[in-house]
């Protein structure tokens, strides 16, 4: 048992200490030691971080600071809000800018070469010697030099690499300074692979979930709730406390490459499926809760972009130069509040509201009325501090995305700043001109250096008392983060545990359920569905060509069966002669032709703009808008981004001509297309070549073959409007929802929002009662 410590002078400090006695025990496991109080907060340290344990009242407290006293902030009986207010005044500028840092993706263990290398001793991981969890150069250097406290995890090998790298930077941060815990958090990380298998007896690395356009497409936001509680029980096992997620934007145009990581288009139904996600994620209870729904397996949500990133010009994207204006032509800019006003700021848990919102980088063109500025959402302070903090009371923590302050490189790269409308600002400037619009944070930022030069031009325009007090408002806002779930008592994950605990059978059944009531069932003529299984089936292969994907990375070229043959053949018979088969089992993506730039007509002496299609053939643009709304960069000598009569292709044509090859090849017998949908398609090229119809936002192979032979029953419903025609999509407004002509199949349904099948027919229910109603 270790020495008891009582403070200098603490047994004066508080009344009553020591009086009834030692009440707590503890335990250890290798390096970390775990201290159990009966009646109170169970706390956890390492062994080697030189942290000591105060007893006050029979209780345990852990001396974070080792000044030898228990100081309001190490006290977990104490309000949060105290202990933040009470560790923010205590701890020095370079400290607070160390908070306000979001760390650059960290992959465990750290990239050999790229955008996220790293080395270990000076080498690179394979050459080191290092174990997996073990903590790279840069990661010891930005959270001791820099007193970074936010880390942004991707890739790990497993849950229990992931909780030792978590335990391993958690004993390094809790003996140096104040002993604060690190926040890690981590992008959406409970996507499906479509070729891996299900048992309904198995467990797996993570339980697996349809994307975000999945689970609006259920309309059910207590199955998202459901979600947000395993998934967040799944984060606090791997070490994580905050997650970058819900994707709340409207997506108003559907163009926009972010389609698919949002709830689709309507106001109603992604205020409610976000407010469940975030209570999901947010809320602990029973033995778990702290106080307030807050706990131990309450996960942050960073709520993102505000003010709705969905509306960008042509259906543009805002991480490039050629996509950083949102228009609203329609003049629907605060229909994009209202996921965040009426559902992310009130929640239906005891939480309340998301503890974290993130702009987007899009310039709201025109859209500030009082300062008239047209500047990144992070840079502007109608939108940051006259709307979000002051109109709609949101005194969370606002966080950047990623490379805002960064200098643009090239309107067409990913991996560059977009510092959109302030590009002619320093570095530091930038951070200056986000802190006073009411930024807390910044994304995608390892050096402290450019926030304490921030301060000092703080101190020179308004003197120390006034940038004191704005960096401590910061810095309470994102202690409190910390505090409210548990991480200052006890930050540290048990390997077995978390081993046990992530990706557990019952986490991967209920994941695959909902994959189950996310497919939308768009066709079904004559009820060709269910199929009858051991039948033979035919399926085509899918030519990839080579392209480049969302980052800019080269894609190769590839024809590969586009589904795991392997559980084909356990539903039915194959052949790769239509002839002898029953049915064809054809499976597609969405038309993609790119974000809507094309370099080498830039490079030729052209704007770079062309249209992005929603068609699989060629499609040339016609009579629409000219001039754009919105235009100017300065790495570009005009401002006009129209382009009308101008042409574009897709990369995946030959998906139609899989379809329509198929079709010819049956000879009458039925076509089952299965779609994986990222954006509302102009199905009018091949519907009617398909039997059947199912089309799904990110599932297993094995969930849509469950599907298609009636092993469930298709419940879901379209969560985006599917166009008529390209004309249409040209005429509707980007920041207006639900306002295209839509779709109409041969056997008369309307691919309308809120439009799905089962095998009865369409489906009329409570959901599309509630969400069908006019806007």
């Known amino acids: 048992m270790r020495n008891l410590l009582v403070g200098l002078g603490l047994a004066g400090l508080i009344p009553g200490a020591m009086a009834q006695g030692q009440k707590w025990t ?30 006050v009242n029979g209780f345990a407290f852990k001396d974070l600071n080792k000044n030898g006293q228990l100081d309001k902030y190490e006290n977990w009986r104490l309000p949060v809000d105290l202990r933040a207010k009470d560790l923010a005044s205590k701890m020095s500028v370079e400290q607070i800018a160390g908070l306000m840092l979001y760390s650059r993706h960290q992959p465990i263990p750290a990239a050999a070469g790229g955008p996220f290398a790293g080395t270990y001793g000076g080498k690179v991981f394979a050459q080191s010697g290092a174990q997996p969890y073990d903590l790279s150069d ?116 559907p163009r926009w490459s972010r389609v698919s990581g949002t709830f689709g288009e309507d106001p109603l139904l992604t205020t409610d499926i976000g407010r469940a996600y975030i209570d999901g994620f947010q809320t602990s209870t029973g033995a778990k809760e702290i106080t307030g729904g807050w706990g131990y397996t309450s996960v942050n949500a960073m709520v993102k972009h505000w003010p709705g990133g969905g509306s960008g010009e042509g259906g543009r994207d805002a991480h490039y130069g050629y996509g950083k204006y949102a228009v609203y032509p329609g003049n629907k800019f605060q229909t994009h509040f209202r996921p965040f006003t009426e559902g992310a700021f009130k929640l239906h848990g005891k939480t309340g509201m998301a503890s974290a919102v993130m702009p987007y980088y899009t310039i709201s063109y025109d859209q500030d009325k009082k300062y008239n500025e047209n500047v990144g959402n992070s840079y502007n302070k109608y939108i940051i501090g006259d709307l979000l903090r002051t109109k709609y009371k949101y005194d969370g923590v606002v966080c950047t995305d990623w490379l805002v302050t960064g200098d643009e490189t090239a309107v067409d790269v990913f991996l560059t700043g977009k510092s959109w409308g302030v590009e002619n600002l320093t570095v530091a400037q930038r951070h ?49 983060n910390i505090f409210r779930v548990g991480l200052f008592e006890n930050p540290y994950v048990d390997p077995e545990v978390s081993k046990a605990t992530v990706g557990k059978p019952e986490f991967v059944e209920a994941g695959y359920q909902a994959q189950l009531q996310s497919v939308v069932m ?35 070229e590839k024809l590969d069966y586009p589904v795991n043959m392997t559980i084909v053949k356990k539903y039915f018979r194959v052949t790769d002669n239509p002839d002898e088969a029953d049915y064809a089992l054809v499976f597609i993506q969405s038309p993609n032709s790119g974000g809507g730039y094309d370099s080498d007509d830039a490079k030729k002496g052209g704007t770079g703009y062309v249209p992005i299609s929603l068609q699989y053939g060629e499609y040339t643009a016609q009579d629409t808008r000219d001039p754009s709304i919105a235009g100017g960069d300065p790495l570009e000598t005009f401002t006009n981004r129209s382009y009308n009569g101008k042409q574009t292709k897709t990369i995946n044509s030959t998906d139609l001509t899989m379809v329509t090859e198929t079709y010819a090849n049956m000879k009458g017998k039925p076509v089952i297309v299965s779609m994986n949908m990222s954006n509302p398609a102009v199905f009018g090229e091949f519907e009617k070549q398909a039997n059947a119809i199912l089309v799904n936002f990110g599932v297993q192979d094995q969930a849509l073959l469950d599907l298609l032979t009636g092993a469930a029953e298709p419940s879901a419903l379209l969560p985006m409007q599917m166009p008529a025609d390209m004309k249409t999509v040209e005429e509707q407004y980007e920041d207006v929802p639900r306002d295209m002509k839509c779709y109409v199949d041969s056997e008369e349904n309307t691919y309308d929002f809120g439009f799905g099948l089962n095998w009865k027919g369409v489906i009329r229910d409570t959901r599309t009662a509630r969400y069908r109603k006019p806007l």
Not at 26 to 53: C, D, F, H, M, W
Not at 206 to 229: D, E, R
Not at 441 to 465: C, I, R, T
């Open 432 to 480: 200056y001109k986000a802190l006073l619009a009411g930024v807390d944070q910044f994304g995608g930022n390892n050096e402290a250096a450019p926030v304490l030069e921030a301060y000092q031009m703080g101190l020179k325009e308004f003197g120390v008392a006034f940038m004191r007090r704005r960096f401590e408002q910061s810095a309470v806002r994102l202690l409190k």
């Open 138 to 253: 840069q990661q010891k250097e930005f959270l001791t030099k820099d007193n970074l406290r936010h880390i942004l995890v991707t890739s790990v090998q497993s849950p229990e690499i992931a909780a030792r790298w978590n335990n391993n930077v958690q004993a390094l941060v809790e003996g140096i300074g104040l002993g604060i815990p690190a926040n890690n958090s981590s992008d959406p990380r409970h996507g499906t692979r479509a070729d891996a298998e299900y048992n309904a007896g198995a467990g797996g690395a993570i339980s697996m979930w349809p994307g975000s356009l999945g689970l609006a497409a259920t309309f059910n936001p207590a199955l998202v709730k459901q979600f947000g509680q395993i998934a967040a029980t799944e984060y606090r096992g791997l070490g994580i406390a905050t997650a970058l997620s819900p994707q709340v934007d409207l997506a108003t145009d």
């Open 26 to 55: 503890e335990t250890r496991s290798g390096e970390i030691v775990t201290v159990t109080n009966p009646g109170g907060q169970t706390l956890g340290y390492a062994a080697t971080s030189g942290v000591k344990i105060l007893t």
């Open 522 to 556: 768009l066709k079904n003529k004559a009820k060709v569905l269910p199929l009858q299984k051991n039948k033979t089936v035919y399926v085509p292969k899918r030519y990839t060509p080579a392209g480049r994907n969302f980052l800019g990375m080269a894609t190769p």
